[in-house]
DNA sequence: ATTATTTCTGCAAACGATTGCAGAAACGAT
DNA sequence: ATCGTTTCTGCAATCGTTTGCAGAAATAAT
């Protein structure tokens, strides 16, 4: 790799002369600049990225921090950084934790020792508050997905009212008695659309339907066992709403092993709408998560909170964006 | 951030000293040794990567460069990289390239000049050939999942054996038409799934089906649009080797929607065992190409290559993967 | 006790960039 | 022609490490 000093040497000036043309912080006369500029063109000078983030420049990096990329709604979000960070110049590495808070730390002091710009974290749930810490030690951070507190930047569903809009859904189409297979209470996601679901349903005057309120399940074996368990004791709804699109996947199995059709029997409806909720059979009926455009806004502010900081005495941006029906054929 | 020099300052030695002790090479008399590293957990000081790789020392850090994320295809091949490179200090700097080989391009440039110690690529393909002068620049590179020529360290499935079993499998469950829905001939992995194809029909002493045959075709849309196509025009096969899960998901609907069964009146297969494919109804038999495992060797492989180096006057490392059939309920 | 080894430690120079400072060159004003 | 500005450029220090070299201290040999 080609130096400012082989490029300096080129275009017969000192390397200082060279590193002005290129930041153009500091005035060089039009007649060196092009000189050094044709060299650098010549060479195909790249500037060492270490080198500058040594002297206290950015390393224009940020980290990417995911409970795991096998989990379908990461993929989407993930690209919508990717492709806003390569828009200013940043470069992301990704980390998996598996929910695991020592590996997250691991992660986050090697990353930090790399002089890293700023984390976005799609990890933030109770038990993980020491991230809490990381702005006031300067490092810029920012929420995705997943919320903890009020004091980060933070981008997020409207999740409470896509829970509303899906059970109101589902009330509309005539579905009386409405079963709600929910994740762990500890995300406030969850706690959000639990209460969503019970807004729409008071809203309408029906009450919360008894044995018929699982939290805590999570994924495909989850929402299959669930329901299986459901029918097997006599609870049959005539809707369920999922509060994932693979424990919908799993709801819908059951209850075609039942030997009962959707949405003739009972409707379904997940959340998220992942990439192949509509190659499904029945096509899925969903509350859509913008995960590309979360991706992009989390990925921009970051990089705002990087080169312009955030001003002293100022609330954290929490970025609430909205959630929206896709109507497909899982409910009558 | 704590720098060498405090910590050289708190345990009353020179900064060499302490970089001597934390490196190992040179000797150190114990008892300053100790000093030097109470100092070190005392203040919780981490070398600055930066500098090192400044220095001359490796910033263990790798490029993976995929055409896209969204692929299911990578999220678990990505997931046995970052595992692997976890495991040995190594950070996975992730790239989109959309198959685009300018943006690739930039890419590649953009990382060589943050010291990137090498890359993982599975964007090789004709027309990105480029890839192959990189390991003669002095850059570690490794192939996954697609293969370019045979002079850079790869891994990828037995393609051809892949689609041989599946097709030899469909035989033997009495299944007399084969179509193949198959992805473009320019990548082999893609030809040598034809091949074995071929090679099961020819064995069996079955002739190539006419107008059977489709190539080109790439996701779950093309997937349907092809075979609803194929029964359009009175082609109605028995059986259909999808050469992709998603393509086999479109296949599957165009059946349903034409009022025939899956595998009553047609069995269907796909290829790859997307971690979705044990949730469609009917659960998909298809060939399993062992994603995490692939990730893990070439990471283990490009770690290799980073830290040894590959001796001259060696062959590349080709490392062919066995594929397994995985048989559930699609195939009659 | 003196010298010859061995073992350890500190100094200083790199790595490649950026930037304050001061000196050189160019210009205009008198 | 002299002086004062302005504009540009180079020197050298700096960021945080690592490492060759040489000197100091400790040990062994005479």
């Not at 007649?31 to 000078?45: G, Q």
């Not at 990225?49 to 921090?65: D, E, N, P, S």
């Not at 999922?242 to 059951?254: E, L, N, Y």
Request: hydrophobic share 40%; net charge neutral.
């Amino acid at each position: 790799m080609v130096n400012i000093k082989e490029v300096a040497a080129a275009a017969g000036v000192s390397a200082s002369t060279v590193s002005r043309v290129l930041t153009g912080n500091i005035p060089v006369s039009d007649i060196t600049k092009s000189r050094v500029l044709a060299a650098v063109e010549k060479l195909n000078y790249q500037p060492n990225a270490c080198a500058q983030g040594l002297k206290g420049g950015r390393l224009h990096t940020i980290g990417l921090v995911i409970p795991n990329i096998r989990n379908l709604v990461f993929p989407a979000a993930i690209r919508g950084i990717e492709d806003t960070a390569g828009k200013h110049g940043y470069t992301v590495v990704l980390c998996n934790t598996d929910e695991d808070a020592d590996k997250e730390r691991l992660y986050i002091d090697n990353l930090r020792r790399r002089l890293i710009d700023g984390f976005i974290f799609s990890t933030a749930r109770p038990g993980h508050e020491y991230l809490l810490d990381l702005p006031g030690e300067g490092v810029p951070v920012v929420f995705l997905i997943r919320q903890l507190g009020k004091t980060v930047d933070t981008v997020v569903l409207h999740n409470e009212d896509g829970a509303y809009q899906a059970t109101r859904y589902m009330l509309s189409r005539g579905v009386k008695t409405i079963a709600l297979i929910n994740g762990g209470l500890d995300l406030p996601l969850y706690k959000d659309r639990y209460n969503g679901y019970l807004r729409a349903l008071k809203e309408a005057g029906v009450a919360e339907p008894e044995r018929m309120v699982i939290h805590g399940a999570s994924g495909w074996e989850d929402g299959y066992l669930v329901m299986k368990d459901l029918l097997q004791h006599g609870c049959q709804p005539d809707g369920v709403l999922a509060t994932s699109d693979p424990k919908a996947m799993g709801v819908i199995r059951a209850i075609h092993d039942a030997g009962l059709q959707v949405p003739g029997d009972i409707s379904v409806m997940g959340f998220d709408n992942l990439d192949f909720s509509s190659m499904t059979d029945p096509p899925l009926t969903t509350v859509a998560q913008p995960f590309y455009e979360m991706g992009v806004r989390a990925c921009q502010r970051l990089i705002h909170l990087i080169e312009k900081g955030r001003p002293a005495n100022t609330r954290a941006k929490i970025d609430v964006l909205p959630a929206e029906l896709v109507i497909r054929k899982s409910v009558r």
